[in-house]
């Protein structure tokens, strides 16, 4: 991960196309489906303060090259540093996407994200805060985090409880993956329109030459559809997730399920026992918790929380269980981690307590955001 310094990093890497009044930004990794990299969060960051302070961009359209939006975070990279001695420099590229994610949830201007592929992790971070975020027939949105041994970041504690009943637990909890009338059905999306149609959207908004986000809203309804759930859909189940998943603790949501899968032949049932079983205990625990807490606060006191909790998950000095996550399922590819501890009862209170706490050593600060100023109500309202 190269440092901070060049004025063009990540310019081959985030695209910018588009009239002087709105600009397309454009994730340009698309052998990599579009992973965040250091030098394209460094990027997009620049971008988004220089568009916000120059009065002729009215808004930002956000895309990706090829079949994703943006697949998550290039965490590979994080994990080379970590088992090199630098876990700092895998801060460094939290910190300054977690800063990007707060001037995206507290931007004064509309950004419209079109989200024609797949949305995991860093992609959703990119996209969820924004105002408008627009789904197609090819959009698969997760948060896969547990199953690495991390848990769900870049803000999704926020956005995560935010989602109806307990969708949001579950959805952090398992990685579950949704389609695009799905992301629709739980406010993850505000729109969707059919790929066919999204170059039209695009040229109508280029168009537009407002920043208004009711005529923003008014032009994408034009090109919007209402699409049906599928029969299996797990929001028809959001009942029964919501009695699951809102028990107090993983221990209890599991118990609830394996006692209903004694009774009844259920797949989704089955499905969700195997995917949580599968998922790092440490990681189930600190991500039930960081949910939980995140239903009261503002996004800001949420991504400051994530970057302590992300720090001790580098550190490892708790549990390694993010190098094992990323070595069995993104390197060797075994798709089987040795979790440690290996159990939901070996992960005490105590453990799960440090995970929140203030990071040892005295250069490794808290998360500073920075002051946001002229913000309109819906971004004042998330503070």
Known sequence: MEPINSTNRGADQVLVEGHSHAKKVVFNRPK??????????????ELFLAC??????????????????CAGGDVAAVVRE?????????????????IMNYVMATYSKPQV???NGIVMGGGAGASIHGRFRVATENSVFAMPETALGLFPDVGATYFLPRLPGFFGEYVGLTGSRLDGAEMLACGLATHFVPEVRLSLLEEALCN????????????????SQQPRLKEKSVYHLLDIINDFFSRRTVEEIILALEREAVNTNNGWISSTIKSLKAASPTSLKITLRSIREGRHQGVGQCLISEYRM???VMQGKVSKDFMEGCRAILLD???????????????????????????????????????????????????
Not at 32 to 45: P, W
Not at 82 to 98: D, H, M, P, V
Not at 347 to 362: A, I, T
């Open 32 to 45: 990599q489906l579009n992973a965040l990299s250091f030098q394209m969060v460094s990027r997009l960051l």
């Open 52 to 69: 916000e302070g120059d009065h002729n961009v009215k808004l930002i359209i956000l895309k990706g090259k090829g079949r994703a939006f």
């Open 82 to 98: 970590i088992s090199e001695g630098n876990w700092k420099l895998g801060a460094e590229f939290f910190r300054i996407e977690y």
């Open 113 to 115: 994200s079109i989200l």
């Open 208 to 223: 537009a030459n407002s920043s208004d986000p009711a005529i923003i809203s008014a032009i994408i309804d034009e090109f």
């Open 310 to 312: 992300v720090c001790h």
């Open 333 to 383: 590819k075994d798709k089987n981690p040795k979790w440690e501890p290996s159990k939901l009862e070996l992960v005490s209170d105590e453990m799960v307590n440090r995970y929140f706490s203030k990071v040892d050593g005295e250069d490794v600060a808290d998360l500073k955001l920075p002051a946001r100023s002229n913000l309109p109500a819906h971004a004042i309202a998330k503070l």
